[in-house]
């Protein structure tokens, strides 16, 4: 069955080689009409709409947002493991009890939940890390894994096995690494204060980064890491990364997550050390609510400065930057819910984005399908795939104002809502 459909879309998310008729209003949008064919886009065409209100009348659609970043395995377990205090010290103290007495029925229902969400509101690939040393670590991955495989063909999803840095020196770092790379994972770590006054500390993350940096290279893995999520030590864990792999002429993809505390350096300082990163081709994912939660807070005060990656200023050197939702309602931080969307409504005032622009609105789009190195890019175009999100607004201005009501398009289907005994407020052609 071949249908159509009357819509609003970034420009930068419909392909770039459609130009001629195609209009581009103040806000980037452009009005355009797809054909639909089973799973496929077989036609996009312009629509030539003049009267401002029958443009604004079509709905802002998006093609299914990427989450760059996230914690399957401690998903929801807030509640049962509380940070009352809101600090780092007590999200880490209820991680590790929690870590302690994990089953693979528990990591599975949370995975199931998480998954489920994110499809229904939604985000087409998930970058998930995962506790990897010590007694949950195998009832994580054997329920991750078992999850991928289930979810198969609806949420990509990608397990990066996140360990102590030294533990990438011993016999069971190689051991864990091999069997990542047989299960097609990334390897991880945390690089973050405290470095201490000397050089002790840096030399022995500088050499536990060439053993992970050898095992990705000789297994064929892709690396994220966990760097600077702190408001101390200004960019030194992303400094030494980014040395690092220009010094050994480094070949894996690799990610540095967080890099919070680099928004601290001077200007000039924070530009060059961007620049560093874009010469060692290393992607950056800033991850604005657990950090913003966390970081800076001192007792009895509102903080004046909550570090977060500079996203500008990476985007301005060319790195691949991405923004993700990081911890959902666990111990570090309450709240999430696998909804890209709203992320982005989130990140809009606070991060100071525009998503008008590309530069905008790719973090959560084009930009993290290239970071977790996805086969679509996310881009709509003929031959694509027929993946929507429609949106119960008009502007973005509406986005922003309230959560929109939505209807999700996958392989030429509409997902149900989550009522199905409710009329949904968006309108569809082939309801």
């Known amino acids: 069955m071949t249908r159509s459909l ?17 209009g581009v209003d103040a806000d980037g949008l452009v009005p355009l009409r797809i054909t639909v064919s089973g799973a496929f886009i077989t036609a996009i065409e312009p629509l030539p709409l003049q009267a401002p209100d029958a443009v604004q009348a079509l709905p802002l659609a998006l093609t299914p947002l990427v989450e760059p970043h996230a914690h399957l395995d401690k998903a929801f377990s807030g509640d049962a493991f509380p940070n009352r205090e809101g600090t780092m010290a007590a999200a880490l103290a209820a991680n590790q009890q929690e870590y302690a007495v994990r089953t693979a029925d528990q990591v599975a229902e ?32 054997d329920a991750l894994l078992e999850a991928r495989q289930r979810w198969s063909g609806r949420v990509e999803l990608q397990l990066v096995a996140l360990a102590p840095m030294a533990h990438w020196l011993s016999p069971e770092g190689e051991a864990l690494a091999r069997r990542v790379a047989a299960a097609q994972g990334l390897l991880g770590g945390v690089i973050g204060p405290p470095y201490g006054q000397g050089r002790s500390r840096r030399a022995a993350d500088r050499e536990a980064l060439r053993a992970l940096l050898d095992l990705a290279e000789r297994l064929g893995c892709g ?96 790195v691949r930057l991405a923004i993700g939702g990081d911890n959902v309602q666990d111990p570090w931080y309450p709240g999430g819910d696998f909804d890209a969307v709203e992320l982005l409504r989130w990140s809009a005032p606070l991060c100071q984005l525009m998503p008008w622009q590309r530069l905008g609105l790719a973090p959560f789009s084009t930009a993290a399908a290239a970071v977790l190195d996805l086969a679509w890019d996310g881009v709509l175009r003929v031959g694509g795939p027929a993946d929507l999100v429609l949106l119960g607004a008009g502007t973005w201005g509406e986005l922003l104002a309230r959560p929109p009501q939505r ?24 309801d």
């Not at 879309?9 to 195609?22: E, I, Q, T, Y």
């Open 407 to 430: 209807r999700v398009l996958r392989a030429g289907q509409w997902l149900p809502t989550p009522q199905a005994d409710q009329p949904s407020a968006l309108l569809l052609p082939w």
């Open 110 to 141: 949370r995975a199931g939940r998480a998954l489920e969400r994110a499809w229904r509101n939604g985000v087409r690939a998930i970058r998930s890390h995962v506790d990897s040393v010590g007694p949950g670590a195998q009832p994580s991955w």
């Open 223 to 318: 690396v994220d890491l966990h760097v600077d999520e702190s408001a101390a030590h200004p960019g030194v864990g992303v400094d030494l990364v980014a040395r690092g792999v220009l010094e050994q002429r480094r070949a894996v993809p690799i990610t540095c997550s967080h890099a919070s505390s680099m928004a601290l350096l001077p200007p000039r300082a924070c530009d060059q050390l961007a620049e560093r990163l874009a010469a060692a081709d290393i992607a950056v994912v800033a991850l604005p609510t657990t950090n913003f939660w966390l970081l800076g807070r001192a007792a009895g005060r509102t903080p004046c400065c909550r570090p977060l990656a500079p996203i500008r200023s990476l985007q301005r050197a060319g």
């Open 6 to 22: 009357d819509l609003r879309l970034p420009r930068g998310l419909l392909d770039p080689r459609l130009v001629s008729g195609f």
